[in-house]
């Protein structure tokens, strides 16, 4: 496990793959752009321990916020998702 | 993998109840002994968190939306105990 | 508590389980026993309750507790506990014009901790699907209206964090003592379905 990727105020995109397994990304957010919040400390990967796997990948996880607008067409609240960085790619320029 | 418990959005459950609850823990004393027994068999390594959950989000969905909280719960459990040879038949 | 005949059937099962894993060796009666009675001896919203009155009380402990709440609450004598390594805690604080609410959209993560067993609500299908959409319509279900501009924001603990609120101080409580102020905190208030 490297150094935290990602830093307060980063712009993020969630992946759209949807893995054959479990995960804890939800399907709310898929390929959404939010603002990472904080980065909350490194944590197992549950999508390798749910599979028993003998070396769980171990990551930083992430707070990051969305605007409802962007999720829902509507409303002006936010939500913050606990993510772990392998769910998470730099957004673009264009993607504000 | 997107299942049956991955809800954040969905539309159709309905009003909240806040009512609905009386502040018991628990609702029935088997819901304390799934509990338990959950928190013992991790503690043991039987199986994991993250093992448990994906349990509870591999039981069918119609089971899944008709099962309570500690139902699902129990059927995870004894899913797991299943596939990890802990449980035959029977 | 009355039992229907599903729930007796039920409990039949859980008692044909645990005898068992009993008999299996895998687990123990006493170790089950063990189990439920310190977790509900120790897990309880007075917890949360505390830690939200030293807050309105202490300028230096809110800095702190809304800085790095694992050791914030460890001056109380509190932890979060978990699996394979202390949980995180973040508490985040209403203002005048935001209010935070705590949800679980995939499974029912909660700070067992400090607010006891969860409530049946927080649990259900209808609040961790609706909250993080509508949850201005969800607070007003709990009879909770806030006004316009008041900003939600909406905490879906998804991974190794727990959140609780911390709320507003009420007004007209300025002679109170803590422990006073520990009594007016609600478990809703914490998760942040109360104002209180």
């Known amino acids: 496990m490297g150094e935290a990727r990602f830093v307060a105020g980063d712009k993020v995109r969630t992946h759209t793959v949807d893995p054959p397994h479990h995960t804890r990304l939800p399907r709310y ?18 999508d390798d321990r749910a599979r028993d796997l003998p070396e769980s990948r171990v990551e930083t996880v992430y707070a990051v916020r969305f605007a409802a607008r962007d999720l829902w067409g509507e409303g002006t609240h936010s939500v913050t998702v606990d993510l772990w960085e392998s769910y998470l790619e730099p957004a673009g320029e264009d993607d504000t | 993998m997107s299942r049956v418990h991955d809800v954040g959005g969905q539309t159709g459950f309905g009003p909240v109840s806040p009512d609905l609850d009386d502040n018991q823990p628990f609702h029935a004393d088997w819901e304390a002994r799934v509990f338990a027994l959950n928190t013992a068999l991790r503690r043991r390594g039987v199986f994991n968190l993250d093992e448990m959950r994906d349990a509870i989000e591999r039981i069918p969905p119609e089971q899944y939306l008709a099962a309570s909280y500690y139902e699902r719960w129990l059927l995870a459990v004894e899913m797991l105990l299943r596939e990890k040879g802990l449980l035959a038949d029977g | 508590m009355s039992e229907d005949h599903a729930s007796t059937a039920i409990a039949a099962r859980v008692r044909r389980l645990e005898e068992r894993l009993v008999d299996a060796g895998v687990v123990s009666d006493a170790e089950l026993d063990t189990i439920l009675n ?60 935001l209010h935070n609410v705590i949800v679980c959209t995939l499974c029912s993560c909660y700070p067992l901790q400090l607010l006891g067993p969860s409530p049946s609500w927080y649990k259900s299908l209808a609040y961790r699907s609706r909250v993080v959409r509508v949850p201005r319509d969800v607070l007003a279900e709990f009879g909770l209206h806030l006004p316009d501009d008041v900003e939600i924001a909406v905490w879906d603990s998804s991974a190794e964090s727990r959140y609780m609120v911390l709320p507003m101080r009420p007004p007209g409580t300025e002679d109170k003592s803590e422990d ?14 109360a104002a209180v």
């Open chain 1, 29 to 46: 957010i898929r390929g959404q752009v939010g603002e990472v919040v904080e980065p909350e400390g490194a944590w197992p990967l549950p």
């Open chain 3, 38 to 97: 310190r977790f509900l001896a120790k897990a309880s919203p007075l917890n949360g309750a505390r830690i939200v009155a030293r807050a309105w009380v202490d300028e230096g402990f809110r800095e702190r507790l809304l800085d790095d709440a694992n050791s914030a609450i460890k001056e109380l004598g509190l932890s979060l506990g978990g699996d394979h390594a202390e949980l995180r805690l973040r508490v985040v604080a209403n203002t005048q014009t």
């Open chain 3, 180 to 193: 006073e102020l520990a009594g007016l905190v609600t478990r809703e208030g914490l998760i942040g379905t």
